[in-house]
């Protein structure tokens, strides 16, 4: 039932009919059509509640590296830190992560955006392996997210 109910709440669709209401009032859960769609819902909200835990497999399948130097610190981060054309986020003026999707980059979920805030967060840190890893794994989980968002569209 959870899976169902985190399926329903990350539908574009569900969230553009119902967006009055879930700035006023708790989210309504529409009832499933039928035991079909209901399983079809349930299997892609446990797919998205895994990639958000990070427990999923698809989060250690990145294709991205870092690359550019040894000084990991982060400096500051602003629009002109991730180029498109190139898939880079510049986490100071020499390092930078390859392999970005502008997908990943600009994900929103809620008012924040996640690929941005964690590195804005960590400004004047030097990050070890362990942090660049994580960042993969999130940037991972945000293009998989959106990919089964639209799954959940089509069978919502």
């Given amino acids: 039932m959870l899976d169902y109910i985190y399926a329903v709440?990350?539908?574009?669709?569900?969230?553009?009919?119902?967006?009055e209401y879930l700035k006023i009032d708790f989210p309504r859960v529409?009832?499933?059509e039928g035991a079909e769609q209901f399983r079809a819902l349930?299997?892609?909200?446990?797919?998205?509640?895994?990639?958000?835990?990070?427990?999923?497999?698809?989060?250690?399948?990145?294709?991205?590296?870092?690359?550019?130097?040894t000084d990991m610190t982060v400096g500051k981060i602003t629009k002109k830190s991730y180029q498109s054309a190139t898939g880079r986020v510049y986490i100071n003026d020499s390092v930078y992560f390859t392999g970005v999707t502008q997908t990943a980059w600009e994900f929103f979920i809620g008012?924040?955006?996640?690929?941005?805030?964690?590195?804005?967060?960590?400004?004047?840190?030097?990050?070890?392996?362990?942090?660049?890893?994580?960042?993969?794994?999130?940037?991972?989980?945000?293009?998989?997210?959106?990919?089964?968002?639209r799954e959940i569209d089509e069978a919502y």
């Fill in 9 to 19: 709440l990350h539908s574009p669709r569900y969230r553009e009919t119902y967006q």
């Fill in 30 to 32: 529409p009832l499933p």
């Fill in 42 to 69: 349930a299997t892609l909200g446990a797919q998205l509640r895994e990639l958000h835990l990070l427990q999923s497999p698809l989060v250690h399948q990145y294709h991205m590296t870092l690359e550019g130097g």
């Fill in 111 to 149: 008012g924040y955006q996640p690929a941005q805030k964690w590195l804005k967060d960590r400004t004047g840190r030097v990050l070890g392996l362990t942090d660049a890893q994580h960042y993969m794994q999130m940037i991972a989980a945000l293009e998989h997210t959106a990919r089964v968002m």
